[in-house]
Every structure is written in structure tokens, then in C-alpha cells.
């Protein structure tokens, strides 16, 4: 999955995005003070399927200490999805 910066007009906003297989991926860093997100210091993750009208969900395990480690929980959290996806698509018969 390959995560992009998000371009905003807030300087020092630091938000990337990934989307892959009907899903929607968001990291962006908060910290207790200053420019940006406000809250625990470190990497939060969160992610929503795309074509539904559902709030995003926070990746287990947030917030990182790092943005390799969110994205990896992001891709850990995609494949968890996916699996349940084939699993109840399989008991559904559908495709």
C-alpha cells in the first residue's frame, strides 16, 4: 500500500492517505501542543471502506511511535479485512 502526503492549506498538518481494494487509509500525527492534530503524542491510523457511509475506525495500537509502524498496522488491518471479506462472501455465496 503506498501512502501519499496530503497536501493541506494548514502548514505543519502532517496527514498521508493510501486507498487499496475498497478501502480507505488515513495516518496523521498528533501531538499535545502545537501546529496540527491535538492528542497523544504519535502516529494515528484509522480506516473506513470507501464505497459505505461509515466513520472511520482507529488501527488497533495507535497511536505509533512510528509512521513505518502505522502503515504497517494499516496493511495488517487491510488483510484482516480482506480475509473476513473472502471468508463471508464464501458463506454468503457471493463473489
Known amino acids: 500500500m503506498q501512502f501519499v502526503r496530503v497536501v493541506s492549506r494548514v502548514e505543519d498538518m502532517e496527514i498521508w492517505n493510501a486507498n487499496r481494494n475498497g478501502f480507505s487509509f488515513v495516518i ?11 492528542g497523544r503524542a504519535g502516529f494515528v491510523a484509522s480506516w ?3 464505497h459505505r457511509n461509515r466513520c472511520a475506525v482507529r488501527v488497533v495500537g495507535s497511536p505509533f511511535k512510528t509512521r513505518v509502524e502505522a502503515e504497517e498496522a494499516c496493511e495488517a488491518m487491510l488483510q484482516v479485512e480482506l480475509g473476513l ?8 455465496g457471493r463473489v
Open 28 to 38: 496523521g500525527y498528533e501531538s499535545r501542543s502545537g501546529p496540527g492534530l491535538h
Open 48 to 50: 473506513r471502506p470507501i
Open 85 to 92: 471479506k473472502v471468508k463471508n462472501d464464501k458463506n454468503t
